[in-house]
């Protein structure tokens, strides 16, 4: 069976390696040298100012929505895991739509202004696929009207924008570790920031507000990692850059090999150094769409449809009306893409696309 990914693991016995000196210090969590030696690789490798890492993706979400988001309105994109909106709703904020643009499929930052209200808090997008959303202007709409800006940055482990890390832009931005994303610690994520004060904040807010075992700095939550997690997070790190450069081979397969003439693949925005996260291909239907997905399935081949659906769209969220969002949704799937694909594979998937397509 081929899915959509398949969870990059070290041997074993690298894995033990590592979990053993938690078993020899008696000491599984609380930011343990595991925990803390991995933040330190991360912090070194992705080159950023501020990292708390997590026990996933999503309580990074709601810890920066706790912060910023004071229970009002919070502009977001429709199209992203439901994690983004979920996070909205149960922090108590309402989320307010902003439809995307058609090809980069992130947020379309010359709408976002006149969403914006007196009750408008924050601005929470997510880099879909590890493409940038158009952070400058982002910036420029946030500053003018005081709004903090959150990125779901959940998809961006190892993505550059302008010469620097991705995680280094918006107030917050988050990343989740989990055993589908690119570099994972079984369940896990991140937390980054610029700034000093911010940090501050996040990382009393991830570890119950604690400031030393009596006192207490605010409200907080128990977003800490284990030392398990922190393991698998350490041995995948040691395969980083074959993890990286297997998944680019498998791109540049689909890249060559896939008919483009009525299939459209993601648009990277310029100044990106990508990181070959999700090969994300939009059909010109969703009859098409169906059609592929029921022939590959027929060869137990199991792309995924993902996004899907538009977010705006699920029955807790009562969002207004997003045309493109919603019509990107119903006709993108996302082709299998991971370490130790055969080309055997990938030229069976390819065949078959082209041949309906054409
Ligand atoms: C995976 C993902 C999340 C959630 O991360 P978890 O680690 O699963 O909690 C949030 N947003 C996006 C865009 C994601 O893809």
Redesign the pocket.
């Known amino acids: 069976m081929i899915n959509v990914t398949k969870t990059f693991l070290p041997t074993l016995e690298e894995y033990n390696s590592y979990v053993k000196r938690a078993w020899d210090k008696v000491w599984l969590t609380n930011r343990g040298e595991l925990t803390l030696e991995l933040e330190d690789k991360l912090k070194n490798h992705l080159a950023v100012n501020h990292i708390i890492i997590t026990n ?4 990074p ?1 709601q810890i920066a929505l706790k912060l910023f988001g004071n229970g009002g309105e919070i502009i977001t994109t429709p199209f ?5 909106s979920a ?1 909205i709703v149960w922090e108590n904020c309402k989320p307010v739509f902003v439809d995307i643009h058609p090809e980069y499929l992130t947020i379309d930052e010359t709408k976002i202004e006149e969403a914006i209200t007196s009750k408008t808090t924050a601005i929470l997008a ?1 880099h ?1 696929f590890g493409n940038p959303c158009h952070i400058t202007a982002i910036e420029s709409i946030a500053s003018k009207y005081n709004l903090k800006v959150i990125y ?1 940055a ?2 961006c482990f190892g993505v550059n924008y302008n010469n620097q890390s991705i995680f280094n832009y918006g107030d917050v931005s ?1 990343c ?3 055993a ?2 690119i570099f994972h610690t079984g ?3 991140a937390l980054f920031c610029n700034d000093q004060n911010i940090y501050d904040k996040l990382y009393y807010s991830h570890n119950f507000g604690h400031n030393g075992p009596l006192d207490f700095h605010g409200l907080g939550i128990n977003a800490k990692v284990s030392e398990l997690q922190s393991a698998i997070g350490l041995a995948v790190f040691d395969h980083i850059d074959t993890i990286f450069s297997e998944r680019k081979k498998v791109v540049e397969f689909y890249n060559s090999q896939l008919n483009f003439t009525n299939l459209k693949p993601l648009k990277i925005r310029e100044n990106t150094e990508w990181n070959y996260s999700y090969y994300p291909v939009v059909f010109d239907s969703e009859a098409t769409l169906l059609e592929i997905q029921k022939e590959l399935q027929s060869e137990n081949i199991f792309p995924r449809r993902y ?1 899907y659906p538009s977010l705006n769209t699920i029955n807790y969220i009562k969002g207004a009306k997003m045309p493109i969002s919603e019509s990107v949704a119903s006709r993108i799937l996302c082709l299998p893409l991971y370490v130790g694909l055969p080309t055997s594979d990938l030229k069976r998937i390819t065949s078959i696309i082209n041949k309906i397509i054409c």
Do not use: L, M
């Not at 992203?80 to 983004?84: G, P, R």
């Open positions: 996933n993706g999503t309580i979400i992203s895991y439901v994690a983004t996070a997510t879909v779901d959940a998809h988050t989740s570790f989990h589908t994303k369940e896990g994520g996004f």
